[in-house]
């Protein structure tokens, strides 16, 4: 049943090491997103793929590269973390460029992410 | 680049009141989106918004698309218990590949 799902849920690593989160949605959408929510839970688009394509790339740094093996999954490797990458990072999925009610985006559970 | 101006960021109410807020932003939006989000876990999509003067109910909760485009606004009637949380709205001006701009968000406290 579950519709947007993330691993792992918490993600707790040192300094310089390269992580990766992983994806997945089954309600058969084309485009899925990564969003960063910050300490004071403040959400950013970062990155937007429409079957498997990336659309958008917000000013977020290259040691993050998010890959689309398939329309369903879309996942987010994070090179040399820094201490500022500690957030909460949220998966979402919609049928992107349809617009009206097709526009409407659905998040994952989200994913605890703690650089030491 | 975009920015929505979400209102109030706290409210403290009684349980059985009536609740409001609000969002602005000097950009046009082609959709409004209201989420809610509880502790660990993602926003969760409330009421979605698609026209101008739109006017749209999910159970005890209400929102309006201004009709310049540029607002919306959230209502709960006889707030309960497990309406405790964080609202946020969320702006989209394209078709839909494009980002979310959200609001910071109203955390929504109930007093015993």
């Known amino acids: 049943d579950t519709a947007v799902s993330q691993t792992p849920k918490y993600l707790v690593t040192q300094m310089g090491n390269d992580k990766s989160i992983k994806c997945e949605q089954n309600?058969?959408?084309?485009?899925m997103y990564w969003y960063k929510q910050d300490s004071k839970k403040f959400l950013k688009i970062m990155f937007s793929?429409?079957?498997?394509?990336?659309?958008i790339n917000e000013t977020v740094p290259n040691r993050f590269s998010p890959k689309s093996p398939d329309k369903a999954h879309l996942n987010l490797h994070i090179n040399s973390l820094e201490l500022g990458d500690s957030a909460v990072y949220f998966c979402?999925?919609?049928?992107?460029?349809?617009?009206?009610?097709?526009?409407?985006?659905?998040f994952g559970p989200g994913t605890r992410l703690t650089v030491l | 680049g975009q920015q929505l101006n979400q209102s109030p960021q706290s409210m403290f109410i009684q349980e059985g009141e009536d609740v409001s807020m609000n969002c602005t932003s000097s950009s046009i939006f082609n959709t409004w989106l209201w989420y809610k989000q509880e502790p660990g876990e993602g926003p969760v999509l409330l009421i979605a918004?698609?026209?101008?003067?739109e006017l749209t109910s999910n159970g005890r909760l209400t929102a309006q698309f201004g009709i310049t485009r540029k607002d919306s606004f959230l209502n709960i009637s006889a707030s309960i218990p497990s309406d405790v949380g964080i609202y946020f709205c969320a702006g989209l001006t394209g078709g839909g590949a494009d980002g979310l701009t959200f609001g910071k968000g109203t955390h929504l406290i109930i007093q015993p």
């Open positions: 793929y429409n079957n498997k394509e990336l659309i």
């Open positions: 918004l698609y026209k101008a003067g």
């Open positions: 309600l058969g959408h084309d485009t």
């Open positions: 979402a999925s919609s049928y992107g460029t349809s617009g009206g009610h097709r526009s409407k985006q659905f």
